[in-house]
T-cell receptor, first 114, second 115 residues
C-alpha cells in the first residue's frame, strides 16, 4: 500500500513556465513533509520541507503548498529552467520513538524544454 | 568533505551469489538507511539503524541483512542474490530528529544487476 501517492509520473514544461507536482497521504500522524530532487546518476538531495502547521513555504523559485484538511501537498517551481530537469520525490514521516524514517512517493520526472 | 560514500558503484552478480554493499559517512550522523530505487516504485526502505550496534527492518527487508559495527559504516548484504534484487541501492544518513533544515544525505548509489 502506497502511503504517499505522487502525480504526475512525468511532466514536460516549457522554460519559464510553472511546474506543479502533487502528493497525497493517508496517515494523519505524518508531521514532516520534505521534497527531494534527484539528478541522473546522483542520489536525491533535500530541496525544501514543511510542517503541517503552515500552509505554504517558499524558498526562491520553489514553493510547497500544504492542505491539511485534504491531506495533500504540492511543489510549485516558478520560472522553470532547463537546469531544473530532474526527478522529484515527495516524502513524509512521523515520529516513532527514536526513528524518523521517510516514506517516499513514486517520483516525478520533470523535463524543462528550452 | 565526502559526505556519504557507497562502494561499489556498479556490480553484476549471478543468481545465488552473495555480496556486501558498503556505505561510509563522515558527518557523525547517528541514523543510517538503505533504500532501493526501482522504476515506478520510488524509494523503498530496506533496513535502517538509529545508532552503532542497532538495526531494524524497513518496508522491504526480505533477502537482505545489515550490520552497523561502527557509527560511520552501514553494510548491506545479499546472501543469495535473485533477479528481483536488480535495482539501484542508496545509502543515506541523518541526524536524529526532523528539523526542517536537515534531511537525509544520500550517497550516489550502487547499480546492481542480478542475472
Amino acid at each position: 500500500q502506497q502511503q504517499v501517492k505522487q502525480s504526475p509520473q512525468s511532466l514536460i514544461v516549457q522554460k519559464g513556465g510553472i511546474s506543479i507536482i502533487n502528493c497525497a497521504y493517508e496517515n494523519t500522524a505524518f508531521d514532516y513533509f520534505p521534497w527531494y530532487q534527484q539528478f541522473p546518476g546522483k542520489g536525491p538531495a533535500l530541496l525544501i520541507a514543511i510542517r503541517p502547521d503552515v500552509s505554504e513555504k517558499k524558498e526562491g523559485r520553489f514553493t510547497i503548498s500544504f492542505n491539511k484538511s485534504a491531506k495533500q501537498f504540492s511543489l510549485h517551481i516558478m520560472d522553470s529552467q532547463p537546469g531544473d530537469s530532474a526527478t522529484y520525490f515527495c516524502a513524509a514521516s512521523k515520529q516513532e520513538g527514536a526513528t524518523n524514517k521517510l516514506i517516499f512517493g513514486t517520483g516525478t520526472l520533470l523535463a524543462v524544454q528550452p | 568533505n565526502a559526505g556519504v560514500t557507497q562502494t561499489p558503484k556498479f556490480r553484476v552478480l549471478k543468481t545465488g551469489q552473495s555480496m556486501t554493499l558498503l556505505c561510509a559517512q563522515d558527518m557523525n550522523h547517528e541514523y543510517m538507511y538503505w533504500y532501493r530505487q526501482d522504476p515506478g516504485m520510488g524509494l523503498r526502505l530496506i533496513h535502517y539503524s538509529v545508532g552503532e550496534g542497532t538495526t531494524a527492518k524497513g518496508e522491504v527487508p526480505d533477502g537482505y541483512n545489515v550490520s552497523r559495527l561502527k557509527k560511520q559504516n552501514f553494510l548491506l548484504g545479499l546472501e543469495s542474490a535473485a533477479p528481483s534484487q536488480t535495482s539501484v541501492y542508496f545509502c543515506a544518513s541523518s541526524y536524529p530528529g526532523r528539523a526542517l533544515a536537515y534531511g537525509y544525505t544520500f550517497g550516489s548509489g550502487t547499480r546492481l544487476t542480478v542475472v
